[in-house]
């Protein structure tokens, strides 16, 4: 009965980014932010009252705020018992851990529903600082998503959100909202983990759109209307992040596939991502072609196929710098791939793909990736390292200077493996010659995506360049 009347009460009551009440809480994180530190405290005591009255602007706008948020209430609550906590407190480190436990969105994911998020806390591909930063979004669930995730796919953590309104935060290249950003005094059990299925989409679209012109790559009709639609991207965005979430910590896996959090070389985490994807493209090909499936469902299991191969060999590819970029160079791995099993041409000038033969050849990468991942459990740590390695650089080529691509005898194989990690060039597999030059055509375009949502027009290459 909460659930519904919830949705009842909050769609009613729904807050937009001219709210008042809204603008004053956001100027008013915004204000506070010049004055924290790293951490997120306020040292200087000069700058306390300043601090407080800010902070009392937060607190009286949550409050004016918080009927239109039933389904929030406990937290909406505790987060201004924690404003409150902190102000008083001398704004040492804050600690915001009570009204995080209690924010749990993805206990009620329903299509539309508003959530007023507000914490300390850094922003991934955004800042480092875990500054106040706040959030208006609404989630992102159609009914298709629904019935799938209540079948093969459940991932009960999943909530895919599309942006309303934020603070400077977010106007940024992050694209995600997760718990374990936010400044608490011990780790919790993370039991959410929250996408904006819009900047994905959005981005997407005026990327591929721009890469598509660059190229004279010609796009089938569905891939096209996918490019046009931002709706149409969204929901499909959410169906490949749903699948790819999920994937982590699935199969036949090495100890830890999170190794970018323990000190490894970066291209293991690059072949942990794309495992995600290429799992997310055969599962998407099951889907479109089982009979069983809803019309939604088969028809964005397409489209799930079209935004993994686009997004990887045009987006990843090229976007963040040169030093360990993982998602860069499993684009370059999948495009090079694709080219060197004859699905992907490069001929005067002008890119084309053999679509009907790409599934095939994808999920053979994706395989080879789960093999390398099954054998993993029989070897040592620097043999499955050295496995790895050899399974890019059979496809890419290393970059000339590398210690790691004159094998084995080569590398300090009696240390400890920090010592190998440290032999790894920060461009270890550099861009081929066509991604250098299609750099140089698309960074502007990437670039324009920062702040991107799914209310900014995706314009055209022109108009982005």
């Known amino acids: 009965m909460f659930e519904t009347n919830a949705v009842f009460l909050a769609a009613n009551h729904r807050v937009t980014a001219a709210d008042p009440a809204w603008l004053r809480l956001k100027a008013a994180a915004a204000a506070l932010q010049p004055l924290q530190e790293q951490n997120g405290s306020i040292p200087d005591p000069s700058a306390h009252g300043t601090a407080a009255e800010r902070v009392r602007t937060i607190i009286s706008a949550v409050e004016e705020l918080a009927p239109a948020f039933p389904h929030d209430a406990d937290y909406l609550a505790r987060l201004v018992t924690d404003f409150r906590s902190w102000s008083e407190g001398g704004f040492g480190v804050p600690d915001f851990l009570d009204s995080l436990q209690a924010f749990q969105p993805q206990l009620n994911r329903a299509d539309g529903l508003q959530h007023l998020v507000v914490f300390p806390m850094y922003t991934q591909n955004g800042s480092s600082n875990r500054l106040v930063e706040a959030v208006l979004v609404e989630v992102v669930w159609p009914d298709f998503v629904a019935d799938l995730e209540a079948g093969d796919y459940s991932n009960k953590l999943f909530v895919p959100i599309r942006f ?65 639609d931002q709706q149409l991207a969204e929901e499909t965005f959410v169906m490949w992040d749903l699948i790819h979430d999920r994937t982590h910590m699935r199969g036949d896996l090495p100890f830890d596939p999170f190794m970018i959090k323990q000190r490894m070389p970066y291209f293991l985490y690059s072949l942990e991502e794309l495992r995600c994807d290429l799992t997310a493209f055969r599962e998407s090909v099951r889907i479109e072609k089982d009979e069983k499936a809803s019309p939604e469902a088969r028809r964005h299991a397409r489209l799930v196929q079209y935004a993994v191969i686009f997004d990887r060999i045009f987006r990843f590819a090229l976007t963040g710098s040169r030093v360990r970029n993982y998602d860069g160079l499993g684009g370059q791995l999948l495009f090079a791939w694709l080219h060197q099993h004859h699905v992907l041409h490069w001929t005067d000038t002008k890119l084309s793909i053999d679509w009907a033969a790409v599934p095939d050849v994808v999920i053979a990468l994706g395989r080879k990736i789960e093999d390398l991942y099954w054998r993993s459990i029989d070897r040592p740590k620097i043999a499955h390292w050295l496995a790895a390695y050899e399974l890019v650089s059979d496809t890419l080529t290393p970059h000339p200077a590398s210690v790691w691509a004159k094998g084995p005898e080569a590398l300090p194989l009696s240390g400890a493996p920090r010592g190998l990690t440290d032999q790894v060039l920060d461009d270890e597999f550099p861009l081929s010659m066509f991604y250098e030059a299609l750099e140089k055509k698309m960074r502007p375009v990437i670039e324009s995506t920062a702040g991107i949502t799914g209310e900014t027009d995706a314009g055209t290459a022109a108009d982005a360049a």
């Open 164 to 228: 309303l309104d934020f603070t400077p935060g977010y106007d940024t290249n992050s694209a995600v909202l997760f718990p374990e950003t936010v400044a608490v005094r011990e780790t919790p059990t993370f039991t959410w983990g929250a996408i904006f299925a819009d900047r994905e989409a959005a981005r997407f679209r005026r990327v591929i759109r721009a890469a598509a012109e660059v190229t004279s790559l010609e796009l089938p009709a569905d891939a096209a209307e996918l490019l046009e």
